[in-house]
């Protein structure tokens, strides 16, 4: 049997103990608020929340194309498979 890492995204709503705990990675989401897109780390949820009190409103965009590229072929290079569990807008 082949070593598997759990991988998600921000929407897991898991924090890093909780992460670390099982082993798992989190892929970012990502913000605007009509000034461009920022990774979901950039941003504290104290700083996301006052710029919603503010009165910005905020989008969100899936973790990009190129972060799960970079992150799933480190792991396939370490020989780990991936059990990835994803936001779906399903």
């Known amino acids: 049997m082949s070593e598997f890492l759990i991988c998600t995204d921000g929407g897991c709503d898991l924090g890093s103990e909780a992460l670390s705990r099982y082993g798992a990675i989190s892929f970012d989401l990502s913000f605007s608020f009509g000034d461009g897109y920022i990774k979901g780390s950039e941003l504290t949820a104290k700083q996301f929340y006052e710029r919603m009190r503010e009165g910005d409103a905020a989008k969100t965009s899936a973790a990009s194309p190129e972060d799960f590229y970079i992150g799933f072929e480190r792991i396939l290079k370490d020989g780990k ?10």
Not at 81 to 90: A, E, H, R, T, V
């Open 81 to 90: 498979d991936i059990l990835y569990i994803g936001l779906s807008s399903g």
